[in-house]
């Protein structure tokens, strides 16, 4: 059993930044995927990025290319999610995710622990 705790969301103008954080308890990310979700009032939850904890391979959506960059601290047992040059569009509700091991996965149905979400809020 994973347990993940998200923080550093907030309101922000357009063009600001935030980091994100995923803090995982119960077991390490060592045989985990971490992946940021969002989900916008009225919308699907998306796809953003994610991380392969075993190898450190990341990927993400290309709405958030150049942007939104994820990263890990593997003694903290952390995965945090940077964004930059934040516009309107980013703002939502914003998901860690954990899944078993693999390439490349995006569906929402193919993680298995979720943390609670945090909010964030860009003006413009």
């Known amino acids: 059993q994973v347990q993940l705790v998200e923080s550093g969301g907030g309101s922000v103008q357009a063009g600001g930044s935030l980091r994100l954080s995923c803090a995982a308890s119960?077991?390490?990310?060592?045989?985990?995927?971490i992946g940021w979700f969002r989900q916008a009032p009225g919308k699907e939850r998306e796809f953003v990025a994610a991380i392969n904890w075993s190898d450190g391979s990341t990927y993400d959506t290309d709405s958030v290319k150049g942007r939104f960059f994820i990263s890990r601290d593997n003694a903290k047992n952390t995965v945090y999610l940077q964004m930059n040059r934040l516009k309107p569009e980013d703002t939502a509700v914003y998901y860690c995710?954990?899944?078993?091991?693999?390439?490349?996965?995006?569906?929402?149905?193919?993680?298995?622990?979720w943390g609670q979400g945090t909010q964030v809020t860009v003006s413009s």
């Open positions: 995710a954990a899944a078993h091991l693999g390439d490349d996965i995006r569906g929402p149905d193919d993680y298995n622990y």
């Open positions: 119960g077991r390490t990310f060592r045989y985990y995927t």
